[in-house]
C-alpha cells in the first residue's frame, strides 16, 4: 500500500512504477489525500481538490490504454496563488476567497497535460506577501520539524505540504525568497528558475519583474525533472525565454571536481546565526574536499541592495493590487453606496495589514515627486547589481552562501528579534534583482531545525546549478551532513 | 490580524530604526492612501505615518550609491521588441466570465451610481 512515504520517493521512480502497473494513480492520490487529513491540523492546505480521485482515475485509464505521461500518476499541491479549476484560488486573502479561476495558470495546465494531479491549493502569506505565512488571512501554517515555529514564506503551505509527505511536490513562486526560504525552514528542496523561464501566466501577480514559478521538492532531480515541463516559451507571457534542450539530471551525479564556486563574504557576516553559519561552511568545506574549487567573493552593493527591493518590490505590487476594485471580482463592501465608495470600502475591508502597507509604499515611490528619487534610482542600482552578478559569473560557476540568516523562527516572535527579521531575506533578494537562479539544499541541522544552503547561478544557468546541487546534495547525505 | 503582527516591512519600524520625526506626516499618508484608492481608519493613519516613514528612512541608503549614467532597468531578461498579432479572440464563454462579479444583470456587471446626488 502506497502511502507518505512512498510519495516521497523520487518522482521518475514513481511515475515508472505506475507506467509498470506495480502503483496506480489512485492509489498515490488515496495516499496523498489521506495524509493531507492525517496532518490537516499543520495549516498547510487552505482546500483539497475534490475532483482529485476522478481526476486519478482518468489517469490511470489513460495509462492502461498505453499512454505515455511524463508525470501520470502523479499527486501534487499548487500554491493557493496560482489560478486552477476546481478548486477557489484564494492567494491566501480575504479579498479574494471566494474567487474561482476562469482560466489555469500556464504550470497547472502543463503539469496537467504530462499526467500530474493536483490534489489540494497550499497556504501562503496573503499575495505572496511575506517570509513566514503568518500574513496569511487564513491562519499561519506549523513547521513540521517543529510546530511552535514558522514554515518561512511565503511559500510555507507548500514546503510543509512536501516535508510533510502530504503530495510528491508543490508549486511555489519566489519574489525575494519565497520558494528558498520556506525550503530551507523545512528542510526540502526549492528551487527559483532565472526570471522568464517558467511562464507566469495565471498566476496572481506580486511584483512583474520579479516573480518566478518555482517548485519544492524531496530531491534535487525532481526539481530538474519537474522543470523540464514547466520551462519554455509561452504565448501568454511575452517574457519568457528560451529553454534548454533539458533538464533532466544523470542518475550519477556529476563529480564537482572542476567546478569553480564563490561564497559570498556579505551572507556569512555578523548578524548570521552562528549554527547556520557553521552548516554553510561544512558544506563548502565538503564540496573542497571533493574537488571543487571555492573561493570568497565581496560584493558591498548587495547589503544596498535591500533597499532597492523594498522600493521596486512594492511599486510593482502597487500596481497590481489596483485591479481589486470590489467591481469584477473578489470583495465587495455592503457599506459602499456609491461607485467611488466601492473602491475605498472594498479595499479597506479587503486587504490585509501587509498588503496595504506595500501598496501605500508603491504608491509613494512612484507618485509625483518622488518618482525619480526612489523608483528610478533604485531601477537604476538593480542595473549596477545585475552588473556585479555577471561580472562574477564571468568567473564563478555558481555563488553560494545561506539562504536566510536564521533557522525557522517562532510564531510570533519576530518582534522580539527585530534585527534577525529585517534580516530574513536578505540574502536572497538580490537574485530576484538580478533575474539570476537559485536553489535551497538541505545541508544540515542547527539546534535540530533545517538549514539550507544557497546555490545561486546565473540567468538561464539552471542546468549547471542543478548539476552542482545534485552532487552536493548527494555528498552532504553520504557525509551525513549535520554541522 | 493582530496589530503587532511584524513583517518583513513592518520590521523596519522597530524602534532601532525609529528617528525621532516621521518624515511621512498624517496629512501625507491621507493623501497617499487617496491616490491608492484605499480608505485608512485613523488608526491605520498613525501606525502608517511612523511605518511608512522608517521605511522610506531606511531606504535613503540608496542616495549614497553613485548612480550617474547608470540605465535604469526596466525588465531583465535582456528580451526586446516581442511581437504578436494585434487579433481579437473570442473567450467564448460570459457566464464563466461573469461568475465571480459581486453582481450582475442581464449579462452585465453591475456598479453603483457613480454620482451621488
Not at chain 2, 487579433?87 to 453582481?103: I, M, T, Y
Amino acid at each position: 500500500m502506497a502511502n507518505h512515504e512512498t510519495l516521497k520517493r523520487p518522482i521518475k521512480d514513481l511515475v515508472a512504477d505506475v507506467k509498470a502497473g506495480k502503483l496506480s494513480a489512485v492509489e498515490l492520490v488515496r495516499a496523498s489525500l489521506e495524509r493531507i487529513d492525517q496532518t490537516w491540523d499543520y495549516n498547510a492546505i487552505i482546500e483539497k481538490n475534490p475532483q482529485a480521485l476522478r481526476d486519478a482515475e482518468a489517469i490511470d485509464k489513460r495509462i492502461k490504454a498505453g499512454e505515455d505521461l511524463p508525470l501520470g500518476g502523479i499527486p501534487y499541491i499548487a500554491k493557493d496563488n496560482y489560478l486552477t479549476f476546481d478548486t477557489h484560488t484564494t492567494a491566501s486573502s480575504n479579498i479574494l476567497k471566494s474567487y474561482e479561476a476562469i482560466y489555469e495558470g500556464q504550470v497547472i495546465k502543463r503539469l496537467k497535460a504530462a499526467g500530474a494531479i493536483m490534489v489540494a491549493k497550499a497556504n501562503l502569506d496573503a499575495f505572496a506577501h511575506g517570509s513566514s505565512t503568518e500574513n496569511s488571512d487564513f491562519g499561519v501554517t506549523k513547521n513540521p520539524v517543529d510546530p511552535t515555529r514558522v514554515p518561512g514564506g511565503s511559500s510555507g503551505g507548500s514546503a510543509a505540504a512536501v516535508a510533510l509527505g502530504q503530495a510528491c511536490f508543490a508549486t511555489g513562486t519566489d519574489t525575494g525568497s519565497s520558494v528558498r526560504l520556506p525550503a530551507s525552514f523545512c528542510g526540502v528542496v526549492g528551487m527559483m528558475p532565472s526570471y522568464g523561464l517558467v511562464s507566469r501566466s495565471g498566476v496572481v501577480a506580486m511584483g512583474s519583474s520579479f516573480d518566478t514559478m518555482g517548485v519544492l521538492t524531496n530531491h534535487v532531480e525532481d526539481v530538474g525533472y519537474l522543470f523540464n515541463i514547466t520551462a519554455g516559451k509561452d504565448p501568454m507571457d511575452s517574457t519568457t525565454v528560451e529553454r534548454a534542450d533539458s533538464y533532466l539530471l544523470p542518475e550519477k551525479p556529476k563529480p564537482l571536481k572542476g567546478l569553480k564556486a564563490a561564497v559570498i563574504k556579505e551572507y556569512m557576516a555578523e548578524g548570521i546565526d552562528p549554527g547556520v553559519r557553521a552548516v554553510i561552511q561544512h558544506s563548502v568545506d565538503e564540496m573542497k574536499a571533493a574537488g571543487a574549487e571555492i573561493h570568497e567573493i565581496s560584493i558591498p552593493l548587495l547589503e544596498k541592495a535591500l533597499g532597492a527591493y523594498y522600493i521596486l518590490v512594492p511599486a510593482e505590487v502597487s500596481s497590481n493590487l489596483a485591479r481589486h476594485d470590489g467591481v469584477r471580482y473578489g470583495y465587495s463592501s455592503p457599506n459602499a453606496t456609491n461607485l467611488e465608495e466601492t473602491y475605498f470600502l472594498s479595499r479597506q475591508e479587503g486587504f490585509g495589514a501587509e498588503a496595504k502597507r506595500r501598496i501605500m509604499i508603491g504608491t509613494y515611490v512612484l507618485s509625483s515627486g518622488y518618482y525619480d528619487a526612489y523608483y528610478k534610482r533604485a531601477q537604476k542600482v538593480r542595473t549596477l547589481l545585475i552588473n556585479e552578478f555577471k561580472k562574477a559569473f564571468e568567473k564563478y560557476d555558481v555563488l553560494l552562501g545561506p539562504v536566510a540568516p536564521t533557522p525557522a523562527f517562532k510564531i510570533g516572535e519576530r518582534a522580539q528579534d527585530p534585527v534577525q527579521m529585517y534580516l530574513a531575506d536578505i540574502c536572497t533578494v538580490a537574485v530576484n534583482l538580478a533575474g539570476s537562479c537559485g536553489i535551497s539544499v538541505p545541508a544540515g541541522e542547527s539546534d535540530g531545525l533545517p538549514v539550507g544552503l544557497q546555490i545561486i547561478g546565473p540567468q538561464q544557468g539552471e542546468v549547471k546549478t542543478l548539476e552542482v546541487a545534485q552532487a552536493t546534495e548527494t555528498l552532504l547525505a553520504k557525509q551525513g551532513a549535520h554541522a | 490580524m493582530p496589530d503587532d503582527d511584524m513583517t518583513s516591512l513592518g520590521i523596519l519600524a522597530h524602534p532601532t530604526y525609529t528617528y525621532a520625526m516621521s518624515k511621512i506626516g498624517t496629512t501625507q499618508v491621507e493623501r497617499i492612501a487617496r491616490l491608492a484608492r484605499i480608505n485608512l481608519s485613523p488608526e491605520e493613519v498613525a501606525k502608517m505615518s511612523v511605518e511608512l516613514g522608517t521605511i522610506m528612512e531606511f531606504v535613503e541608503q540608496l542616495q549614497s550609491i553613485d548612480v550617474t549614467d547608470v540605465e535604469p532597468t526596466d525588465q531583465v531578461t535582456g528580451l526586446v521588441d516581442v511581437w504578436r498579432e494585434d487579433e481579437v479572440k473570442s473567450f467564448g464563454d460570459r457566464e464563466l466570465l461573469l461568475k465571480n462579479a459581486p453582481q450582475t444583470k442581464d449579462g452585465y456587471i453591475v456598479v453603483k451610481r457613480v454620482l451621488n446626488g
